[in-house]
């Protein structure tokens, strides 16, 4: 953690983790069961303002604190098995959203969260991006004691961007106070040799056979556009983007743009890209994919019908689409 300045240091009684925690837990309790400002809680404590307002941040951040939104909508049983017969899934889980695609974006990831901490699986794999980083924000405080969680791609930005989507995998494993194996790598690399050369380094290939060992791998599908965590990242552009569209693209598992069969388009982007590939998802005992809104229509549609996924959780409108659309 970053050190304070001598004015915003916390204070000496906060010099063992128990001690920090009972203290997170009193202002915790104070400004959310008390209603009391946090000017009136740091009169109270003897604290800054701005330290009240940090140990109310951490204890969000380590669970002392769990704030939950209770959607009044709720699953689609119905729905989920005609998806499930449709497409031959282990499970489906389709939520009744409305609202914009930020507010759906909870109400699926937060339903995505409590199945995958319901199995409890020792060793997990996740890719990463805004869906993830979501899905992380909602797991339950301790949803999986001790919990190993992989990265299953590349996830480094070579530009910095606004909002950090890209340590999902320490996101999911101090959530489920576990730890995280990461692939410290680009997701995509300038050229096939490079990719090549690095895959055969021992710690990277370690790191990938982990991944393809994983039981249960838990994804976001990536649209076709500008939106793209892979554009904001820096590794394609607009004009990439268009050119994909126009051989096919639908969109992005793991980074890699696929076909509406489910299969690679831009051979020559894809040998530069490092991560599990998306017909080892196949082999997955649970393969749960993650995926949001009319841009990512497509690309679940190519996903379930090629096997990478047999856990969908999604909206409404999304799961309307593949009962009306799956045969195209």
């Known amino acids: 953690?970053?050190?304070?300045?001598?004015?915003?240091?916390?204070?000496?009684?906060?010099?063992?983790?128990?001690?920090?925690?009972?203290?997170?837990?009193?202002?915790?309790?104070?400004?959310?069961?008390?209603?009391?400002?946090?000017?009136?809680?740091?009169?109270?404590?003897?604290?800054?303002?701005?330290?009240?307002?940090?140990?109310?941040?951490?204890?969000?951040?380590?669970?002392?604190?769990?704030?939950?939104?209770?959607?009044?909508?709720?699953?689609?049983?119905?729905?989920?098995?005609?998806?499930?017969?449709?497409?031959?899934?282990?499970?489906?889980?389709?939520?009744?959203?409305?609202?914009?695609?930020?507010?759906?974006?909870?109400?699926v990831t937060q339903a995505a969260g409590r199945y995958l901490a319901a199995l409890q699986p020792p060793l997990v794999g996740v890719s990463w991006g805004r869906t993830m980083m979501k899905m992380a924000q909602w797991l339950p405080p301790r949803w999986n004691d001790g919990v190993h969680v992989v990265l299953l791609?590349?996830?480094?930005?070579?530009?910095?961007?606004?909002?950090?989507?890209?340590?999902?995998?320490?996101?999911?494993?101090?959530?489920?106070?576990?730890?995280?194996?990461?692939l410290p790598v680009p997701a995509m690399l300038g050229s096939e040799r490079t990719r090549e050369a690095i895959e055969q380094d021992h710690i990277i290939a370690d790191v990938l056979r982990l991944a393809e060992e994983t039981p249960v791998a838990c994804f976001s599908l990536g649209e076709l556009s500008e939106r793209?965590?892979?554009v904001e990242s820096g590794y394609v552009d607009a004009a990439i983007m268009r050119d994909l569209a126009?051989?096919?693209?639908?969109?992005?598992?793991?980074?890699?743009?696929?076909?509406?069969?489910?299969?690679?388009?831009?051979?020559?982007?894809?040998?530069?890209?490092?991560?599990?590939?998306?017909?080892?998802?196949?082999?997955?005992?649970y393969s749960i994919g993650v995926c949001v809104g009319e841009g990512k229509h497509r690309v679940a549609r190519a996903a379930v019908r090629a096997g990478y996924v047999n856990v969908l959780a999604t909206d409404e409108a999304t799961a309307n689409f593949l009962m009306e659309h799956g045969d195209e």
């Open 1 to 107: 953690m970053n050190q304070a300045s001598s004015n915003d240091a916390l204070p000496a009684r906060l010099g063992t983790d128990a001690q920090r925690e009972e203290l997170m837990a009193q202002v915790a309790k104070l400004y959310y069961d008390l209603e009391k400002t946090q000017n009136d809680i740091a009169k109270e404590t003897g604290l800054t303002r701005w330290q009240v307002a940090r140990l109310l941040r951490e204890a969000r951040e380590v669970g002392i604190v769990r704030i939950e939104i209770i959607p009044r909508t709720p699953r689609l049983p119905h729905l989920e098995a005609q998806v499930q017969r449709r497409f031959n899934l282990r499970e489906a889980i389709v939520l009744a959203t409305s609202g914009d695609e930020d507010v759906q974006l909870n109400v």
């Open 228 to 230: 793209s965590v892979l």
């Open 246 to 285: 126009k051989r096919g693209a639908v969109g992005d598992i793991l980074g890699r743009f696929i076909d509406e069969r489910g299969e690679i388009v831009a051979p020559e982007i894809d040998n530069r890209t490092i991560g599990l590939r998306p017909e080892k998802l196949r082999d997955k005992r």
């Open 153 to 182: 791609n590349g996830a480094i930005n070579i530009r910095n961007v606004a909002e950090q989507t890209n340590n999902v995998a320490e996101r999911f494993a101090h959530a489920g106070n576990g730890h995280a194996t990461l």
